[in-house]
């Protein structure tokens, strides 16, 4: 288990979409954090007080969390001293990236000498099967984006969220490091063996009563050339009864490919509805999940009405604006 509360390290991430770890964290539980703890030139900032490491300790923090996701999930030099420094003063660490906790040589030794614990999520422990494409009972929603970190996660736990809270039967189904911290549980789809990354879904979401909702973690898109085998794998892995197109508007590129543009959402839902349809073919498009984070208030209601009145399809921001009419859209399903 991971001991909380957490502190959230953001290291020196240059925006706040490199700290989404820190940032879901703390939307979606915000009683496990204490204070975010940020490096000379850390341009994020998620809105947890900023405490040095030993004031967050003395406040009751417990493991600090790495809440960077940078490309290629690096932990730099400066990195493992603020680290190493954490576990002297009694933390715990965890953390999601591919660059692992236990490979680093001073991590390992000041873990040994302390008895700190270190908690690296993105280690599957479970034989997970090769896929098999057997229909199974229950029903499943799948948020796929136009781009990575657009807002699938979100999208998952606010439609489960509105399920839970009208009493009906709903599970969120973690398939990154980020839903698995909030959550604790899950499989860390992209460090799965590929043959097997389909197989980890269909495990992650068994049969289940006929009328309950899995909100199956996206990852991933089909559209970016680095990451679009983790989604595939989630689409015919995932069987899903109804896919959720994943927006962020503001985008001039796919995120870290600055030679390749984004889709349109018309696209996007004519691309993964037959790739859906191959799994199960009665598969549907739901609705639009539109990030508008970077938008005014009247901005983001008109950009919505616009991609609703265009594609036909319940669209709003499911965090800013609540996730009832996404949920709604499931109830003919």
């Not at 979606?28 to 000379?40: A, H, I, K, L, T």
Request: glycine content about 10%.
């Amino acid at each position: 288990m991971i001991r909380t509360p957490y502190l959230l390290f953001l290291g020196d991430a240059h925006d706040n979409l490199a700290a989404k770890v820190a940032q879901g964290i703390k939307d979606w539980n915000p009683d496990s954090v204490v204070g975010q703890f940020r490096m000379e030139g850390c341009n994020a900032d998620v809105g947890a007080p900023d405490m040095s490491l030993q004031e967050a300790y003395d406040k009751g923090a417990r493991t600090l969390v790495v809440g960077v996701a940078n490309r290629g999930g690096v932990i730099s030099d400066a990195w493992l001293r603020v680290l190493a420094e954490a576990m002297e003063i009694g933390f715990d660490l965890a953390s999601g990236l591919h660059n692992l906790l236990r490979d680093e040589k001073l991590l390992k030794a000041t873990s040994a000498r302390t008895g700190a614990t270190l908690h690296d999520v993105r280690i599957p422990t479970v034989a997970y099967p090769i896929a098999n494409g057997v229909k199974r009972t229950g029903k499943r929603c799948l948020a796929i984006g136009t781009d990575c970190s657009v807002g699938k996660m979100y999208t998952g736990l606010a439609m489960d969220a509105e399920m839970q809270k009208r009493g009906m039967k709903s599970t969120f189904r973690p398939t990154g490091q980020t839903g698995i911290l909030i959550t604790g549980k899950g499989v860390p789809l992209d460090a799965v063996v590929a043959d097997f990354m389909a197989g980890a879904v269909e495990w992650l979401t068994p049969d289940a009563e006929a009328d309950h909702w899995d909100h199956i973690e996206g990852q991933g898109s089909l559209w970016h050339v680095s990451y679009s085998g983790v989604t595939m794998a989630l689409i015919h892995g995932g069987q899903p009864d109804a896919l959720i197109l994943a927006h962020e508007p503001t985008r001039t590129h796919m995120r870290g490919l600055p030679g390749f543009g984004l889709p349109k959402l018309e696209e996007l839902r004519d691309m993964a509805l037959p790739l859906a349809r191959i799994a199960n073919p009665a598969c549907v498009v739901a609705g639009v999940s539109v990030n508008t984070k970077a938008l005014g208030d009247d901005e983001a209601l008109a950009l919505c009405a616009e991609i609703e009145d265009r594609m036909g399809l319940p669209t709003v921001d499911p965090y800013r604006h609540g996730a009832a009419r996404l949920v709604d859209a499931l109830s003919v399903i």
